[in-house]
């Protein structure tokens, strides 16, 4: 085989829920190496789906950490039979799905420095960790412990403006208070809790490493503003929990030099660096390169924002991180869990199911559609929590339908305003410079790119996300070689490919949707009020 150039380069990780998977990007920041293994296809023997177990309650959702382990061990074997030059590797770092809680027992910190490099991984760390099915982000079974939470610290709104975020069931706070409570034998013999991200990051260092700043914001047990731990949140989870944490380190931190075992096993350079692992979303944004004022807008199953933000308002909605590529500052993540299936139903209602003819209605229908206005709920949302279709008149009369076209304009105005409505609610405010990246399968929709950029009045780009939490996780790499410098992460990254303009705002949108999204704010306001309590 022709030899291959050396071509010296920074590893992405990404220890995501179906999978592990890893690319390889050189100092043109070029991906050219890529490779993955799948947990429910590849680890049959740990029996998930999605690479989870649902437990029986419904609420309960878990993951082998050895499956974790294992596929490690499977990954860098692919790597090392493809011929993948080891020694050409600078740094790496590496993504988790955010919240999910590895528990290492007592004793497995010596087991991670004496490692043999004659073995695989999951045969030495067989016996190192005291709960084998770990929480992931899926879990809803920690109600109690979040109504605790929150009690302890003065209630939602007081949580959120602590550590970014109210209480939720799959925050890792509240997963570690259900594990002290509920299986208080595998707490005692716990010596320390890593997120997943943190937990891969030891693999690699051959010891515990730290959590990093950002995915600890999806703890509900860190001050993002302090960045330190809250006394009052650790004291209301579990005891002696500090200890079990460690101290929080900021995301661009190099946490140490890769373990011998790696060197030894699979030809790293002893000098390889490992930056802190962090969450998968925060990743997306560093691969995304995201920079202050813009906001990626992820149209898949469910919607999601990722927000650059500099002043942060935290909110009983959505999520405050801190910021994985400049510690001053923040992110925020938004779900709106009506989101393609949604407009799936609508295009079947209105549009016999046509994508052109959905197209169509849009560009058949004036910004601001005469005044019609729609929510479109037909499951239960996150942001905010209600549920049903509500249709009004430009007069604000609730009204029973639309005619079809108007209808697919008020779908799409409406799901696109609400995102515009919460984000500003965060903190979030559009500048001159913003630009919005969109990704997911709507993306691909120009017209409702259009609708985008006209309710925000600002460019809408397209980017290749395949990759975006590995590929972001490669370029924190690249930013930790340049540790103890000043060189801003943007600085790092100017080199990678650029996104694709798409849509920018059609002249007087700014007027129309201005007046559009008071009147949405306030009659959201209406349907709260009238499906729940005043607000909090
Ligand atoms: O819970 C989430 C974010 O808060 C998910 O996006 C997980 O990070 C997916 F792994």
Request: with cysteine.
């Amino acid at each position: 085989m022709a030899e291959r150039a050396a071509r010296r380069c920074c590893l992405g990780w990404d220890f995501s829920t179906q999978q592990v998977k890893v690319v390889a990007v050189d100092a043109e920041l070029s991906v050219f190496y890529e490779d993955s293994v799948h947990f429910d296809r590849d680890l049959v023997e740990f029996g998930t789906q999605g690479g989870v177990h649902v437990h029986k309650d419904g609420l309960t959702v878990t993951s082998p950490v050895l499956m974790w382990v294992q596929a490690l061990d499977v990954i860098l074997e692919k790597m090392k039979a493809s011929g993948f030059d080891f020694s050409q590797v600078l740094a790496l770092s590496g993504a988790g799905q955010q919240h999910g809680s590895v528990y290492w027992k007592t004793g497995a910190g010596q087991v991670l420095t004496r490692l043999s490099p004659d073995l695989p991984l999951r045969e030495q760390l067989q016996a190192c960790f005291s709960i084998s099915d770990c929480p992931v982000w899926m879990d809803s079974s920690t109600a109690a412990q979040c109504r605790q939470l929150e009690a302890a610290v003065g209630g939602a709104r007081a949580l959120s403006r602590l550590t970014g975020s109210r209480a939720y069931e799959r925050f890792t706070g509240n997963q570690i208070a259900k594990i002290y409570q509920q299986n208080p034998e595998a707490y005692s013999h716990t010596e320390r809790i890593s997120l997943v991200s943190s937990f891969a990051a030891s693999l690699f260092l051959g010891s515990y490493s730290p959590v990093d700043y950002s995915d600890g914001s999806g703890m509900n047990l860190l001050q993002i503003h302090d960045k330190v731990w809250s006394q009052a949140c650790l004291g209301a989870c579990a005891p002696r929990l500090e200890e079990k944490l460690g101290r929080p380190v900021p995301s661009c931190s190099v946490v140490g030099a890769i373990s011998s075992y790696f060197v030894q096993r699979y030809g790293f350079p002893p000098g390889c660096k490992v930056v802190a692992f962090t969450g998968d979303n925060p990743a997306s944004l560093a691969g995304m390169r995201l920079e202050e004022g813009d906001i990626a807008v992820s149209l898949g199953t469910s919607d999601t924002l990722f927000l650059w933000l500099q002043d942060p308002t935290p909110a009983l909605e959505g999520h405050i991180f801190c910021n994985p590529v400049d510690p001053q500052h923040y992110m925020a993540l938004l779900c709106f869990k009506n989101g393609s299936l949604m407009r799936e139903k609508i295009r079947d209602e209105s549009t016999s199911g046509s994508w052109g003819e959905f197209s169509k209605a849009l560009r058949s229908t004036a910004m601001g559609n005469g005044g019609n206005l729609g929510f479109y709920f037909d499951v239960m949302e996150i942001t905010p929590e209600i549920i049903g279709r509500h249709r009004f008149s430009a007069e604000n009369h609730e009204v029973p339908a639309f005619p079809r076209d108007v209808e697919v304009r008020a779908l799409i105005e409406g799901q696109l305003m609400a995102k515009k409505i919460h984000a500003e609610a965060l903190g979030y405010r559009v500048m001159p410079k913003t630009k919005i990246l969109a990704t997911g399968g709507a993306s691909h929709n120009r017209d409702i790119l259009q609708v985008l950029a006209d309710v925000f009045g600002a460019p809408v780009y397209v980017i290749d996300t395949t990759n975006s939490a590995c590929v972001g996780s490669a370029y924190r790499a690249f930013h930790g070689l340049a540790a103890g410098t000043v060189v801003p992460f943007a600085e790092i990254v100017k080199l990678a490919p650029n996104p694709r303009l798409v849509a920018t705002p059609t002249p007087g949108a700014s007027q129309v949707y201005e007046a559009l999204l008071q009147r949405y704010a306030m009659l959201e306001q209406r349907i709260l009020s009238q499906t729940r309590g005043p607000p909090e």
